[in-house]
């Protein structure tokens, strides 16, 4: 059965902090891993990693793949307030559906 | 840019009756949507795929009799609760893929059920 398995499921720090967020999965037939940023309602785009080694970069958010270890994770740096939010690590395979692990949950606390 | 439209965005209902959750693609095309749950504090479940103009794929576990899917055009994919009950209380959530490649999915807003 394939899965996707996050670590730490939550997580409380302060402005400014850095923080990794872990996903480990086993799967067949990988495609890509994501990573999504859940506030409210509908989860929001952050990255797709396909290839092992390269780091995605966007601002203070960087994440990497492992693919023969079989983890990513995620990275953010200087942590704001407004970086809390449920942090999703998907699989992606084939026919674009997507598992999801059960997340991490980041408060950031001023 | 791409946006996944979902409708209602919460809904209560009485045991026993149906509810309807409509998910809307608005400015492109999707042959293929996607069904999610999510209960409190749990990630996003797989319910089924929705195909444009064919029986949907539903999931292990997932009882297609009581969550009815229909996808009648290339930018509205529905899903009907039939016969709710309070455990059917969750928060639903579409996606649609733009360009088919995994990094264009976008989610709707989601939907809240409450089944009273």
């Known amino acids: 059965e394939d899965k996707v398995v996050q670590s730490p499921l939550s997580l409380v720090v302060h402005e400014g902090d850095t923080v990794t967020l872990n996903c480990s999965y086993e799967v067949t037939n990988f495609r890509s891993l994501l990573w999504y940023k859940q506030e409210k309602k509908a989860p929001t785009f952050l990255f797709m990693l396909t290839s092992s080694g390269i780091e995605k970069k966007s601002g203070r958010l960087s994440s990497i793949l492992d693919k023969k270890e079989l983890f990513s994770i995620l990275n953010i740096t200087a942590t704001q307030t407004g970086d809390s939010a449920i942090y999703l690590c998907a699989w992606g395979g084939s026919n674009y559906k997507l598992t999801f692990g059960k997340g991490t949950l980041l408060t950031v606390n001023p | 840019g791409a946006v996944v439209s979902q409708h209602p965005s919460w809904v209560i209902c009485k045991s026993g009756t149906s509810v309807k959750i409509e998910c809307r693609s608005l400015?492109?095309?999707?042959?293929?949507m996607f069904w999610y749950r999510q209960f409190p504090k749990q990630s996003l479940m797989l319910m089924a795929t929705s195909n444009e103009g064919s029986k949907a794929t539903y999931e292990q576990g997932v009882e297609k009799d009581k969550f009815l899917i229909n996808h009648a055009s290339l930018t509205l994919s529905t899903l009907t609760v039939t016969s709710a009950h309070p455990e059917d209380s969750s928060f639903y959530i579409c996606s649609a893929d733009l360009t088919g490649n995994l990094n264009t999915i976008y989610f709707g807003e989601g939907s809240w059920l409450t089944v009273v």
């Open positions: 400015d492109f095309q999707a042959t293929t």
